[in-house]
């Protein structure tokens, strides 16, 4: 992980605190635009007895959406330890928690040590890490079936907006940087560890993209 998103920073930004807001807006409202996009595509495909990874997943409401969808078993990586208290409490009152495993690791760096799932999930993660290849490479090594990412559009906006924000924590001191890496090149590594992209789905501000298995004939 380079100096520019150290541990602390990430802790600042992936707070109890934004924990607790995550979890009390799901709790009202179900999921954001984005993870229902990926919810939707996924149901869609048919998830029954399926297994996911999920890479930076949260609070787990992606995980828990498909879970109730029929799927088998999750497991949910995450760089910080701040959400795993509430994320256990949305898997208790769901009653899912004995069909969910969570790790605390850099998945980037220690993908050896996570099993493979049927389904891998990278949602709004992409952007929060500084080596993409490495990042991207190791999910899509990790999908038997599909891999879903979603990452920001690299438009002028974007650019602007995340140049701002980038400005801010900077003067803030708070150790942490969002990454535009482009979105071809996201695709491209992810291709290149044996998937074929089925969907590319453009919102406003995020790509949803999917890229499936390529059968060995």
Same mark, same amino acid.
Request: glycine content about 6%; overall charge positive; proline content about 3%.
């Given at each position: 992980?380079?100096?520019? #998103?150290?541990?602390?920073?990430?802790?600042?930004?992936?707070?109890?605190?934004?924990?607790?807001?995550?979890?009390?807006?799901?709790?009202?409202?179900?999921?954001?635009?984005?993870?229902?996009?990926?919810?939707?595509?996924?149901?869609?495909?048919?998830?029954?007895?399926?297994?996911?990874?999920?890479?930076?997943?949260?609070?787990?409401? =992606?995980?828990?959406?498909?879970?109730?969808?029929?799927?088998?078993?999750?497991?949910? =990586?995450?760089?910080?330890?701040?959400?795993?208290?509430?994320?256990?409490?949305?898997?208790?009152?769901?009653?899912?928690?004995?069909?969910?495993?969570?790790?605390?690791?850099?998945?980037?760096? $220690?993908?050896?040590?996570?099993?493979?799932?049927?389904?891998?999930?990278?949602?709004?993660?992409? #952007? #929060?890490?500084?080596?993409?290849?490495?990042?991207?490479?190791? $999910?899509?090594?990790?999908?038997?079936?599909?891999?879903?990412?979603?990452?920001?559009?690299?438009?002028?906006?974007? $650019?602007?907006?995340?140049?701002?924000?980038?400005?801010?924590?900077?003067l803030m001191r708070r150790e942490f940087h969002i990454f535009l890496h482009p979105p071809?090149?996201?695709?491209?590594?992810?291709?290149?560890?044996?998937?074929?992209?089925?969907?590319?789905?453009?919102?406003?501000?995020?790509?949803? $993209?999917?890229?499936?298995?390529?059968?060995?004939?």
């Amino acid at each position: 992980m380079s100096d520019c #998103c150290s541990p602390k920073g990430y802790r600042w930004v992936f707070s109890e605190r934004s924990a607790r807001a995550e979890a009390k807006r799901y709790r009202r409202k179900g999921l954001d635009a984005t993870s229902r996009r990926i919810v939707d595509y996924l149901k869609a495909q048919g998830v029954a007895g399926r297994t996911v990874l999920e890479v930076g997943g949260g609070i787990g409401a =992606i995980q828990l959406e498909l879970l109730k969808a029929g799927a088998a078993r999750a497991v949910s =990586i995450e760089l910080t330890p701040t959400y795993e208290d509430i994320a256990r409490q949305l898997l208790e009152e769901a009653g899912l928690a004995d069909r969910v495993e969570r790790k605390v690791m850099d998945f980037a760096q $220690a993908a050896a040590q996570v099993d493979s799932a049927d389904v891998v999930v990278l949602n709004r993660v992409i #952007c #929060c890490y500084p080596d993409m290849p490495r990042l991207a490479g190791a $999910a899509a090594e990790h999908a038997r079936e599909v891999l879903l990412m979603s990452f920001p559009r690299r438009t002028w906006w974007t $650019a602007a907006a995340l140049w701002l924000a980038n400005s801010l924590l900077f003067l803030m001191r708070r150790e942490f940087h969002i990454f535009l890496h482009p979105p071809e090149r996201i695709i491209a590594t992810s291709e290149s560890r044996g998937l074929r992209e089925v969907l590319d789905q453009k919102g406003v501000l995020w790509i949803v $993209a999917a890229l499936r298995r390529v059968s060995a004939a």
